[in-house]
């Protein structure tokens, strides 16, 4: 970490310029005039937020030095900054930005010491999508909830809120002061590949009820922005904007009743930034470019119509459903003609970078355009007192990241979510006995201990089963099921994990004979609840909503009758082959 009299020397300028009454709560004035000596390169930089390799800002693996050269043409986080002076880096485990708590305070304070030791140097607005449940990228030991349903299932805003004060608590210790999170997506299509259970639920009312209870503990964390999104809505879609063009259909009515009401919330809440979509709604407007891209969407309607005058970052300018119309010269430059405020993550950032200084000196945007947006992101470093305090201790990463009392909330927390959807005669709970648990081991996104079986299998050891694990994957051969049927004449009872069953999966078959082996079933869909109605043969099944320890956890403890299932469906079942028909209501779910 920084020394003290480095830490001073390089924010002694920034906060000496933005002192108002003693502290660095800038007013209007001042951050104008710190808008007014910034070069117009300066200016194009404190647009972007962008990703770069390595656990370092100066001193990265030489893996990870490669990387950054060959996408970047830059080799460190210092050397990011000091050429394109970006107003923002977000992290990711992927780019090895995340290794464990110290580490990342360490590269925080890296950060922010390569930018305000620049003439004219500012803070940097680190952010990362800390969603919990399946989308993390800071793992353990920092403290990991339940994600979006299974918080939606256990119905308390007051566990919403927790899950926003802790989180952020833990976020500001690491250096981290921009959550993406929460999603405000209405998951009313149970085929939505990319939402799914990072949402709370499929009623708007209580989505809405959810979003403004996280991002209220988000705010008594103090010091992190959360973030809704993916705005206009992103939860009526059966095509990945990662990897396509999605299109909503909903009518403008429909979007006011179905999709609208958790970012009415979030903006009611006093949300600090708002996350647009790669997607297409035509009924908010027909010209055929994403949300992103829509001036219609998002100054007509998020600006003018809902009153919202935050920070507007994009989704990933790398993602498919922005780039499918335009090239990746033209995206930044339209994305900030439609009244986006941080362009985030583009593919090419040398390309984007220019483009929009170009863009300037040609007239097609003005420089009070850049200022205008500029002026929010500064408002926004401006109250997360980053121009007082931008450095992390590692005596705050101590007390602070994943301590006991925060790890307590978390299994509380947890323990209200876990739904039991079937208990064909009263299987459950089981009693302690010969328990073999096998099925779908998905890699953990979310820096858990993980795989889900071996999990599992010591949840129910310490609840004083024998417990055997054996993975079978999502996608199990015909020899590998005939393994596990005959594993299953040995034990006295069997769980299986299920992980997005369909119609055709061989999961389906799975489970199938394992039910015809006569020994008793637990299944346990580890993601979606919809899983339940490809298994109708299955004597008891629960749903998780996730495969992270926490809910493994719990999900175990009901199985096991140390606890009552206390969760409720936030979404409806239908039924598989016929989707008008629902099985499982919203609110259903059985206890004992």
């Given at each position: 970490m920084?020394?003290?009299?480095?830490?001073?020397?390089?924010?002694?300028?920034?906060?000496?310029?933005?002192?108002?009454?003693?502290?660095?709560?800038?007013?209007?004035?001042?951050?104008?005039?710190?808008?007014?000596?910034?070069?117009?390169?300066?200016?194009?930089?404190?647009?972007?937020?962008?990703?770069?390799?390595?656990?370092?800002?100066?001193?990265?693996?030489?893996?990870?030095?490669?990387?950054?050269?060959?996408?970047?043409g830059v080799r460190t986080a210092a050397e990011l900054i000091a050429k394109y002076r970006v107003g923002g880096i977000i992290y990711f485990t992927w780019a090895h930005n995340t290794r464990d708590p110290h580490q990342i305070a360490d590269l925080s304070n890296g950060i922010q010491k390569a930018s305000l030791t620049l003439p004219r140097g500012l803070p940097v607005l680190v952010s990362t999508d800390q969603e919990h449940g399946i989308v993390c990228r800071v793992g353990e030991p920092a403290t990991l909830f339940p994600g979006a349903m299974a918080i939606g299932a256990g119905r308390s805003h007051k566990d919403a809120r927790t899950l926003g004060r802790i989180a952020g608590r833990e976020l500001k210790a690491l250096g981290i002061r921009q959550n993406y999170s929460p999603v405000a997506d209405v998951n009313v299509n149970a085929a939505n590949p990319v939402i799914g259970v990072r949402s709370f639920g499929a009623d708007p009312d209580a989505v809405a009820g959810m979003v403004a209870a996280e991002v209220d503990g988000y705010q008594r964390s103090r010091q992190v922005a959360a973030t809704a999104k993916h705005f206009p809505g992103h939860g009526d879609t059966a095509v990945d904007s990662h990897y396509g063009f999605p299109v909503i259909t909903h009518t403008r009515a429909q979007w006011d009743k179905l999709d609208a009401p958790p970012f009415r919330a979030a903006i009611a809440a006093g949300i600090d930034s708002i996350m647009t979509a790669h997607i297409m709604v035509p009924a908010l407007d027909d010209s055929g470019d994403p949300a992103t891209l829509s001036r219609p969407i998002l100054n007509g309607i998020l600006r003018e119509e809902l009153g919202y005058d935050g920070v507007i970052v994009t989704d990933s300018l790398g993602m498919e459903g922005v780039r499918t119309k335009y090239g990746d010269d033209r995206v930044p430059v339209l994305a900030l003609k439609a009244g986006v405020d941080q362009l985030l993550n583009p593919p090419n950032l040398d390309v984007a970078w220019n483009a929009v200084l170009k863009a300037?000196?040609?007239?097609?945007?003005?420089?009070?355009?850049?200022?205008?947006?500029?002026?929010?992101?500064?408002?926004?470093?401006?109250?997360?007192?980053?121009?007082?305090a931008p450095y992390v201790s590692q005596a705050g990463v101590t007390r602070t990241v994943g301590i006991p009392a925060h790890l307590a909330e978390a299994d509380r927390i947890a323990q209200r979510t876990t739904t039991l959807l079937v208990n064909k005669g009263r299987l459950l709970p089981l009693s302690p006995r010969k328990l073999l648990v096998v099925g779908a081991d998905p890699a953990s996104p979310?820096?858990?201990?993980?795989?889900?079986?071996?999990?599992?299998?010591?949840?129910?050891?310490?609840?004083g089963f024998t417990a055997t694990a054996l993975s079978t994957g999502t996608a199990p051969s015909a020899a590998t099921i005939a393994k596990a049927v005959a594993a299953a004449q040995d034990v006295d009872a069997v769980v299986v994990a299920t992980y997005n069953v369909s119609a055709t999966s061989s999961q389906k078959t799975l489970v199938e004979q394992l039910v015809a082996t006569d020994r008793p079933v637990v299944a346990i869909a580890v993601r979606n609840p919809y899983d339940v109605a490809q298994l109708p043969s299955v004597p008891a099944v629960v749903a998780s909503y996730s495969w992270t320890d926490v809910e493994l956890r719990a999900a175990a403890r009901v199985i096991a009758g140390k606890a009552a299932p206390r969760g409720r469906l936030p979404v409806p079942v239908q039924k598989a082959d016929d989707p008008t028909v629902v099985l499982y209501p919203i609110g259903y779910g059985l206890s004992y």
């Amino acid at each position: 970490m920084p020394s003290r009299r480095t830490v001073l020397a390089a924010t002694a300028g920034v906060a000496a310029t933005l002192a108002v009454g003693g502290t660095a709560y800038a007013d209007d004035k001042k951050l104008r005039s710190l808008v007014s000596r910034m070069t117009l390169e300066e200016k194009v930089g404190q647009l972007f937020v962008m990703r770069v390799y390595g656990h370092s800002a100066t001193a990265p693996d030489q893996a990870d030095i490669d990387a950054n050269l060959k996408e970047i043409g830059v080799r460190t986080a210092a050397e990011l900054i000091a050429k394109y002076r970006v107003g923002g880096i977000i992290y990711f485990t992927w780019a090895h930005n995340t290794r464990d708590p110290h580490q990342i305070a360490d590269l925080s304070n890296g950060i922010q010491k390569a930018s305000l030791t620049l003439p004219r140097g500012l803070p940097v607005l680190v952010s990362t999508d800390q969603e919990h449940g399946i989308v993390c990228r800071v793992g353990e030991p920092a403290t990991l909830f339940p994600g979006a349903m299974a918080i939606g299932a256990g119905r308390s805003h007051k566990d919403a809120r927790t899950l926003g004060r802790i989180a952020g608590r833990e976020l500001k210790a690491l250096g981290i002061r921009q959550n993406y999170s929460p999603v405000a997506d209405v998951n009313v299509n149970a085929a939505n590949p990319v939402i799914g259970v990072r949402s709370f639920g499929a009623d708007p009312d209580a989505v809405a009820g959810m979003v403004a209870a996280e991002v209220d503990g988000y705010q008594r964390s103090r010091q992190v922005a959360a973030t809704a999104k993916h705005f206009p809505g992103h939860g009526d879609t059966a095509v990945d904007s990662h990897y396509g063009f999605p299109v909503i259909t909903h009518t403008r009515a429909q979007w006011d009743k179905l999709d609208a009401p958790p970012f009415r919330a979030a903006i009611a809440a006093g949300i600090d930034s708002i996350m647009t979509a790669h997607i297409m709604v035509p009924a908010l407007d027909d010209s055929g470019d994403p949300a992103t891209l829509s001036r219609p969407i998002l100054n007509g309607i998020l600006r003018e119509e809902l009153g919202y005058d935050g920070v507007i970052v994009t989704d990933s300018l790398g993602m498919e459903g922005v780039r499918t119309k335009y090239g990746d010269d033209r995206v930044p430059v339209l994305a900030l003609k439609a009244g986006v405020d941080q362009l985030l993550n583009p593919p090419n950032l040398d390309v984007a970078w220019n483009a929009v200084l170009k863009a300037v000196r040609d007239g097609e945007l003005t420089e009070a355009r850049l200022d205008e947006s500029i002026l929010r992101v500064l408002r926004l470093k401006a109250k997360l007192r980053l121009f007082e305090a931008p450095y992390v201790s590692q005596a705050g990463v101590t007390r602070t990241v994943g301590i006991p009392a925060h790890l307590a909330e978390a299994d509380r927390i947890a323990q209200r979510t876990t739904t039991l959807l079937v208990n064909k005669g009263r299987l459950l709970p089981l009693s302690p006995r010969k328990l073999l648990v096998v099925g779908a081991d998905p890699a953990s996104p979310s820096g858990t201990t993980g795989p889900p079986t071996g999990v599992l299998a010591a949840a129910f050891t310490e609840l004083g089963f024998t417990a055997t694990a054996l993975s079978t994957g999502t996608a199990p051969s015909a020899a590998t099921i005939a393994k596990a049927v005959a594993a299953a004449q040995d034990v006295d009872a069997v769980v299986v994990a299920t992980y997005n069953v369909s119609a055709t999966s061989s999961q389906k078959t799975l489970v199938e004979q394992l039910v015809a082996t006569d020994r008793p079933v637990v299944a346990i869909a580890v993601r979606n609840p919809y899983d339940v109605a490809q298994l109708p043969s299955v004597p008891a099944v629960v749903a998780s909503y996730s495969w992270t320890d926490v809910e493994l956890r719990a999900a175990a403890r009901v199985i096991a009758g140390k606890a009552a299932p206390r969760g409720r469906l936030p979404v409806p079942v239908q039924k598989a082959d016929d989707p008008t028909v629902v099985l499982y209501p919203i609110g259903y779910g059985l206890s004992y």
